[in-house]
Nanobody
Framework: QVQLVESGGGLVQAGVSLRLSCAASGRTFSNYAMGWFRQAPGKEREFVAGISWSGGIIVYVDSVKGRFTISRENTKNTVFLQMNSLKPEDTAVYYC?????????????????WGQGTQVTVSS
């Protein structure tokens, strides 16, 4: 079992930055690929970014490429999502997820554990 707790969300203006954190506890964090997803009101939960257990493979959805950066510190059992140049369309609840294998994935169904989410609201 892995417990995930996100933090760092908030209400910001367009153009600024936020850094989300996801702290993991339970099983060995370094054995898991990690991902960030988001869900806007009335929309499906969508993949944002994923990182393999080693950090060697990183994937982003096209809409955040060049603006968001996912990273992890296995010694601290934490994964981060640095979000720069935020846009109103980035407004959503952001979820951290853990996948029991080493490789990351864009598919929600392949993730085994989820955090409770943190709200990010970007005003124009």
């Amino acid at each position: 079992q892995v417990q995930l707790v996100e933090s760092g969300g908030g209400l910001v203006q367009a153009g600024v930055s936020l850094r989300l954190s996801c702290a993991a506890s339970g099983r060995t964090f370094s054995n898991y690929a990690m991902g960030w997803f988001r869900q806007a009101p009335g929309k499906e939960r969508e993949f944002v970014a994923g990182i393999s257990w080693s950090g060697g493979i990183i994937v982003y959805v096209d809409s955040v490429k060049g603006r968001f950066t996912i990273s992890r510190e296995n010694t601290k059992n934490t994964v981060f999502l640095q979000m720069n140049s935020l846009k109103p369309e980035d407004t959503a609840v952001y979820y951290c997820a853990a996948k029991r294998t080493s490789s990351t994935s864009v598919h929600r169904r392949e993730y085994d554990y989820w955090g409770q989410g943190t709200q990010v609201t970007v005003s124009s």
